[in-house]
């Protein structure tokens, strides 16, 4: 594949804009994930090549970059977050990590599934498109198959346990679990009744199915003999990819007591609201009690859609024009239920360049549930919405004028991301939206959880020492088992997502912590510039300035937040 040559003469707006096309390129699922056109009918190739391919492409970027003059204060802005970012990427090629990339939440294995709810599916052409690509995934998984035996080779490999998850999801996927349809099966059910389109499709969606369930069986019998059964990744690894995940240079130490810290402020806080809500019980007695009590309860995954959708739109139109000004492109958020297969929870995918596709949200659900409690979610649609990430990614996406696109619509640092979207969740009580004690309960939930993934992550990957006067195992090392023991009996969070989430903080090192730390430092900048500027301070204005910069490391952030 043959890339335009980048040149520093072409400025640091003008590199990063062709980085962006030149990525979608090198990376079709990318490109659909961020709305690029003209690639939606092909598929990444994770083979060693196609890897070695995009890590040449972020060298000469980066090349061009670090010579490019800034003309001004916005280039060079995007000068320092492209160098950290795509920096970053480089690294972790030349750290091999990126050819056996594996695990059970956002992994190769789960994005060449994911992509095709990206597409659109209203017309002909539509279903030609998504023809094109199902026919494609058959040679996109061999070539990730070349790229996990290379890493496997090369003692690179995932932990076992996120071999035989991913495994159990390719089954799910391939129609080979349960006498459930496959994924693609059900994905064209929708498509034409008849005539050769739909004759492609069918055949298309079949041999998907067959490369997922081969892909499972690889797994299986050829990758998890060679996988350690070490789930921990040890420093080295951990701290790359921490750095990765919060754009930050962070003191481990200080950050895993500081966890346990803040773990027994909100634990405190809980148990206060918990008497409230039934005097005298324990947590997990209160949550029982929300969890009985029907107003608080959605029966069926339409009945769960139904009330995430009402509460989005409600929130969309109470924080308009009062405490965020949101253009009418943000106004339109998406709902909906994810297709049955992955990890337990919510998520967030941003809308195109042209919010032609709009922002949705999320929501995977055991597939044997049909009661939710709302009590534990409200919070979580704050988060994913507004002002959460909807609030958060389509901002940026809307800066045409201010940020180039590489800023717009490929950078994702979970510090940056995940820290705004709990501070979000936390600014929505501060502004009066979480006042029923149940509702709260759940706020206060997540966030206990979102602690104790600070402590979790950085204590099993480090295999550190659980502190003493914290009641639980004290002087032990942190192991998956008491990761998970500890999830179960120390936090309200539901059986089932605790489970899952014990797996993805050991397939996805650094990723977890980043949700409460980058909240911290939101909560600290925001702080800061309200002492500077004393009564002038506007917190509407904080919000707009913050948010038009775009994504960042958390290190960049904390700088260019100081300047406002």
């Not at 023809?131 to 076992?160: F, I």
């Not at 308009?320 to 297969?341: N, S, T, W």
Request: glycine letters at 8%; proline letters at 4%.
């Amino acid at each position: 594949m043959r890339f335009m040559s980048t040149s520093s003469s072409a400025g640091v707006h003008g590199i990063s804009n062709q980085f962006v096309a030149d990525y979608a390129a090198a990376d079709p699922l990318a490109a659909t994930f961020i709305g690029m056109p003209g690639h939606d009918d092909r598929l990444t190739d994770y083979s060693p090549e196609g890897h070695a391919a995009r890590k040449e492409l972020a060298q000469r970027a980066l090349a061009a970059i670090t010579a490019a003059e800034p003309a001004d204060k916005s280039e060079a802005d995007a000068k320092a977050v492209f160098l950290e970012r795509t920096g970053l990427e480089v690294e972790l090629h030349e750290a091999g990590l990126m050819e056996g990339n594996l695990n059970v939440i956002a992994s190769p294995v789960q994005s060449l599934r994911e992509v095709f709810d990206m597409m659109p599916t209203e017309t002909a052409d539509d279903w030609a498109v998504i023809a094109k690509r199902l026919t494609a995934v058959p040679d996109a998984v061999a070539n990730l198959r070349a790229g996990l035996a290379y890493a496997a080779d090369k003692d690179r490999s995932a932990a076992l346990r996120q071999v035989t998850r991913v495994a159990e999801q390719c089954d799910r996927w391939a129609g080979r679990a349960g006498g459930q349809s496959s994924f693609f099966a059900t994905l064209i059910a929708g498509a034409p009744a008849d005539g050769a389109l739909r004759t492609e499709l069918e055949a298309g969606a079949k041999a998907a199915a067959e490369a997922y369930g081969d892909l499972a069986v690889f797994l299986r019998d050829d990758l998890a003999p060679k996988a350690p059964k070490k789930d921990a990744v040890g420093e080295d690894v951990y701290r790359l990819q921490s750095r990765f995940f919060t754009g930050s240079r962070l003191d481990l130490a200080e950050a895993y007591e500081w966890g346990w810290e803040e773990f027994t402020r909100i634990e405190t806080e809980m148990k206060q609201v918990a008497d409230r809500i039934k005097p005298g019980a324990t947590l997990a007695e209160a949550a029982a009690a929300l969890d009985a009590n029907p107003s608080y309860l959605v029966r069926g995954k339409d009945g769960l859609q139904s009330w995430m959708q009402e509460l989005s739109d409600k929130a969309l139109l109470a924080v308009r024009g009062v405490h965020f000004d949101l253009p009418d492109e943000l106004m339109k958020l998406e709902c909906r239920i994810a297709p049955p297969g992955g990890g337990v929870g919510a998520y967030y995918s941003g809308p195109t360049p042209d919010f032609s596709r709009p922002g949705r949200m999320w929501w995977s659900v055991p597939e044997d549930k049909d009661e939710f409690s709302t009590w534990r979610e409200v919070s979580t649609v704050y988060h994913e919405g507004v002002p959460g990430h909807h609030l958060q990614v389509a901002t940026a996406v809307y800066q045409a004028e201010k940020l180039n696109e590489f800023q717009r619509l490929m950078c994702w640092v979970s510090g940056h991301g995940e820290g705004w979207a709990l501070y979000a969740e936390r600014l929505m009580r501060e502004l009066g939206y979480l006042e029923d004690d149940g509702d709260l309960l759940g706020m206060l939930d997540a966030h206990l959880f979102r602690a104790a993934r600070v402590i979790i992550d950085i204590g099993m990957h480090l295999e550190l020492e659980i502190p003493r006067g914290t009641g639980f195992h004290e002087g032990e090392r942190w192991t998956p088992d008491l990761g998970l023991e500890f999830m179960l009996t120390r936090t309200i969070t539901d059986a089932a997502h605790v489970k899952d989430e014990i797996d993805r903080y050991l397939g996805w090192p650094g990723q977890a912590p980043s949700y409460k730390l980058g909240e911290r430092l939101w909560l600290a900048a925001r702080e800061d510039a309200r002492a500077r500027h004393g009564a002038e301070f506007d917190l509407k204005r904080f919000h707009r300035e913050a948010l038009e910069m775009g994504a960042m490391g958390l290190d960049t952030l904390r700088e260019r937040l100081a300047e406002l």
